[in-house]
C-alpha cells in the first residue's frame, strides 16, 4: 500500500493570455506534464492547501418495492478546485490568474495532478474563478483563497490520467 504526500502534486494551469478563454483540447495520451503537456499549460507552484471537489447529485428514486430503504440514482456531476496562494505582486501566475482570469472573467485550463509522474491523475476541465479573497492576518503573510469550478467549453470536464 502506497501513498502520496500533498507537496509531490501540482496544479497545472493554463495562464498563456492568448489562450486564456479559448477551449481546451483532450489531454495527450502520453508524456509527463513535464515534457509532453498541453500548450501553454504551466505548473503554478505558488500554492497550498489545494483541494479537489468532486461530487455527484442525486434524485430520490424511493419506491415501495425498496422494502423500507430510501433509493437514489446518480444525476450531474460536479467540480472544482479550491487553493490557497501566497500573495505576490511580482509572480506573474498570480497576477495572470486575478487580472486576465478573475475580473475579465474568462475560463482557464486546469488540472491538479496527484503526483508529478506518469500516472497522475485529476479532474481537467475549462474552469472559471469564482472567489478570489485575500486573507490579511495581523501575524501572516497575505493569503489568496481562490475557487474554480467547471466553466462551459467544447470538451467536457473529465478525471485524465496522464500517460495513460
Do not use: C, H
Not at 29 to 54: C, M, W, Y
Not at 86 to 92: G, N, S, V
Request: no cysteine; charged share 20%; hydrophobic share 45%.
Amino acid at each position: 500500500m502506497g501513498f502520496i504526500l500533498g507537496f509531490e502534486a501540482n496544479l497545472m494551469i493554463n495562464l498563456y493570455a492568448p489562450q486564456i478563454g479559448t477551449a481546451r483540447a483532450a489531454w495527450p495520451a502520453s508524456g509527463l506534464p513535464q515534457t509532453s503537456q498541453p500548450a501553454d499549460i504551466a505548473e503554478f507552484g505558488n500554492v497550498r492547501n489545494v483541494r479537489q471537489n468532486f461530487e455527484i447529485g442525486k434524485a430520490d428514486v424511493t419506491t415501495r418495492d425498496g422494502n423500507g430503504w430510501r433509493q437514489f440514482a446518480p444525476t450531474i456531476a460536479n467540480g472544482g478546485l479550491e487553493f490557497e496562494t501566497i500573495w505576490d505582486p511580482d509572480d506573474p501566475l498570480t497576477t495572470a490568474l486575478l487580472v486576465d482570469v478573475a475580473i475579465a472573467r474568462v475560463s482557464v485550463w486546469a488540472i491538479a495532478l496527484d503526483k508529478t509522474t506518469t500516472g497522475g491523475q485529476g479532474l481537467w476541465a475549462d474552469y472559471v474563478v469564482t472567489d478570489f479573497s485575500r486573507n490579511e492576518d495581523l501575524e501572516e503573510a497575505l493569503v489568496l483563497n481562490i475557487t474554480m469550478e467547471p466553466a462551459r467549453g467544447t470538451v467536457s470536464p473529465g478525471w485524465e490520467t496522464v500517460g495513460a
